[in-house]
């Protein structure tokens, strides 16, 4: 599925209006969409009673046509005003007149905010209300909240009833997620055609609740046309690229990972990624590390072969371990970096084994930090072979000597320059997660859970994305799905456990479940 800015939508939905539906169609079907969704809120629509605080303009029309469709279902509605009539845009008060011959039906009652005797109504409209449907303002909001609208997003907030938000909460900037001075804080948020940047960005994310895309009818043609090349990364695109093993398969064929990883100092980050390959279903992991550690990686995970390699005098590898290493592992993939320090040795080794390694290969962490204010020789080190790199914000900006922006359209096309014309897949950690391809493609995780933000996450998803790659899947592949099972994982370590006490080695040990939800949905 594609996320677009809130200009690209319109331009969507001018251009199927132009050529394809009319846009009191469109606006049929958003209705409907929001109409259906409020079975969310009750078993038996024709018994709840909704609240629709209206704007003017097309985002109050979709709010018009759910009111109607309730209505003719048998449900009761209340219509807040902010506006006149005469004020409505062309689509929305064609919608307002095609309530007449339901206003006398008892079924709708209509109050003008911020007109005589309007406080008692509202308060009384409030108190009987089951759910709240936010009309407010829609996608295109760009300044901060008027005062009228400001009170009614209070109103709002201030109900304490269930709240839905029609393409997204009022107030927040429907391209950076940004919140122009207030924003309603909505339970379910259904955006229409395809989901906004300022829905899946923080903090407008926050405000969402749950969301639900509707699909209005947008023709792929035209989306095909407008040339959007960034996507949800949904549970669609993860089954897609799950590796699947034939039932007579051995260990070798289900992949070989060496993992080059860990100190005396930071033996925990090695034991967690080599972990998290193994629980992604890669066949064979070796850990490449200093004899400091080799007690604490194989009494945590005996599966793990250790493969002693020299140490410095500060207790982190060597450049001497490279040729150990060449003379007694085999592998189809490399991850290297986590836990293994910014030791000038170590460094010049990381820089050795990028160079001299011919497989696939995952940098980061330290493997990343020796690369430091030199991402050029990484990226030409790339035209070898693939590689992926997995940075947070702080090691992208040593990386690249430059500060990462946070808005999303600015990110997307600064992460998408930094891979061009090279063979880096760039993982940019987050809240959220933001792959950047060599194609120009740009996924976006929608999924993930504050729990994540412990030490050795990364080490983690680094794991994780290495023991598919080594399973022979393509970079892009691993990426994607290592960033999917390792936020899904941290979803479900939290479920059992709360987000306070979660570790790292609980989004580890929950891989598998991720996994299993996917082979699970592939096998009905």
Not at 92 to 112: H, M, Q, T
Not at 460 to 485: D, F, H, K, M, N
Not at 502 to 515: H, N
Request: proline share 5%.
């Amino acid at each position: 599925m594609y996320v677009v800015t809130s200009e690209q939508m319109r331009r969507l939905d001018e251009e199927t209006i132009k050529r394809f539906v009319p846009g009191l169609t469109l606006m049929e079907r958003a209705g409907q969409g929001v109409f259906d969704a409020l079975a969310e809120f009750s078993d038996d629509i024709s018994t709840l009673r909704v609240a629709v605080f209206l704007g003017r303009g097309n985002n109050a029309g979709d709010g018009l046509v759910a009111a109607r469709l309730l209505a003719e279902a048998g449900g009761s509605v209340v219509l807040l005003y902010l506006h006149e009539s005469d004020e409505l845009s062309p689509d929305a008060y064609k919608n307002y007149a095609r309530l007449d011959r339901l206003r006398s039906s008892g079924k709708i009652e209509e109050v003008l905010l911020y007109h005589a005797g309007w406080e008692d109504k509202t308060v009384t409209a409030l108190q009987e209300s089951d759910v709240l449907i936010d009309a407010l303002l829609g996608t295109g909001i760009n300044s901060p909240v008027r005062e009228n609208y400001a009170a009614a997003i209070e109103l709002i907030n201030g109900s304490g009833l269930p709240v839905l938000s029609i393409d997204i909460p009022s107030g927040v900037n429907g391209t950076t997620g940004d919140v122009m001075g207030t924003a309603v804080a909505a339970d379910l948020t259904v955006t229409m055609g395809l989901p906004k940047t300022g829905s899946v960005f923080y903090p407008g994310k926050a405000f969402n609740g749950s969301l639900e895309v509707i699909d209005i009818g947008i023709p792929r043609e035209v989306i095909a046309e407008a040339m959007i090349d960034t996507h949800i990364l949904d549970r669609e695109t993860a089954l897609a690229d799950l590796p699947h093993h034939r039932p007579d398969t051995h260990k070798f064929e289900r992949g070989a990972l060496l993992v080059v990883a860990g100190s005396r100092r930071f033996a925990g980050a090695a034991q967690l990624a080599a972990v998290s390959a193994l629980r992604t279903g890669c066949g064979i992991v070796y850990l490449a590390g200093p004899p400091s550690i080799r007690a604490v990686v194989q009494t945590a995970a005996p599966e793990i072969i250790f493969v002693e390699v020299p140490e410095t005098a500060t207790g982190s590898i060597a450049p001497a371990a490279l040729a150990v290493i060449e003379n007694q592992v085999r592998f189809n993939a490399v991850a290297i970096g986590p836990g293994m320090t910014t030791d000038e040795e170590t460094s010049r080794f990381v820089r050795d084994c990028v160079a001299g390694f011919e497989s696939p290969m995952l940098v980061d962490a330290d493997g990343l930090n020796a690369f430091e204010g030199a991402y050029q020789e990484l990226r030409a080190l790339s035209l070898g072979r693939p590689v992926i790199v997995s940075p947070h914000s702080g090691e992208l900006r040593r990386l690249t000597g430059s500060v990462i922006p946070v808005g999303p359209e600015e990110r997307f096309e600064t992460l998408r320059t930094l891979v061009e014309g090279a063979s880096v897949t760039l993982v940019h950690k987050g809240a959220p997660t933001v792959i950047a391809h060599p194609d120009g493609r740009i996924d976006v995780n929608v999924f993930g859970h504050p729990g994540l933000a412990t030490a050795g996450s990364g080490d983690v998803l680094t794991g994780a994305i290495a023991g598919l790659l080594a399973q022979g899947v393509s970079p892009a592949e691993a990426a994607r799905l290592g960033v999917y099972i390792h936020s899904r994982a941290a979803e479900i370590a939290a479920e059992d456990l709360g987000e306070r006490g979660m570790l790292a080695g609980d989004c580890s040990e929950a891989l598998p479940a991720a996994l299993k939800e996917l082979e699970d949905e592939l096998a009905r």
